[in-house]
């Protein structure tokens, strides 16, 4: 809505022949975009930390790290139940950072974004030194 906002003042200012005007409404317009730009991608990066928060999807990814895995390498791995495991590889899935390949009968779960493997490893390394 402020963005339509400015590009019609900006429009105006620019029919009215006013270019001083026009430069300083130029100016918000650019900084309005900015902010719209820097809040999606703070709204992205506070989606894909949501998606991260269970401790349980925090594992998958350490695991899925390391090589790509079938689920029930995951549920002996993690000691988990089948079908807990696979409604968290189904979050993580939905949020695009696990991919998975048919092979047979099973399924083997890797990591889509290496970044993300970085990002958990960080956050238990932290967590490790906080204790």
């Known amino acids: 809505m402020?963005?339509?906002?400015?590009?019609?003042?900006?429009?105006?200012?620019s029919l009215c022949g006013e270019?001083?005007?026009h430069k300083r409404?130029?100016?918000?317009?650019?900084i309005s975009v900015t902010v719209s730009t820097q809040t999606k991608a703070f709204e992205a990066a506070g989606e894909l930390l949501r998606v991260l928060a269970a401790p349980v999807r925090l594992a998958i990814?350490?695991?899925?790290a390391?090589?790509?895995r079938f689920v029930h390498e995951l549920v002996e791995r993690l000691g988990l139940s089948q079908p807990l495991v696979s409604q968290h590889l189904r979050v993580l899935r939905g949020a695009r950072l696990v991919g998975v390949e048919r092979q047979g009968r099973e399924?083997?779960?890797?990591l889509t974004?290496?970044?993300v493997a970085h990002i958990v490893a960080d956050a238990v390394?932290?967590?490790r030194e906080q204790q």
């Open 25 to 30: 409404i130029s100016i918000c317009l650019s």
């Open 19 to 21: 270019p001083e005007l």
């Open 66 to 68: 390391e090589q790509p």
């Open 107 to 110: 399924a083997a779960y890797s």
């Open 113 to 115: 974004d290496q970044h």
């Open 2 to 13: 402020e963005l339509e906002h400015s590009l019609r003042l900006s429009l105006n200012a």
């Open 125 to 127: 390394q932290h967590s």
């Open 61 to 64: 990814v350490m695991e899925l």
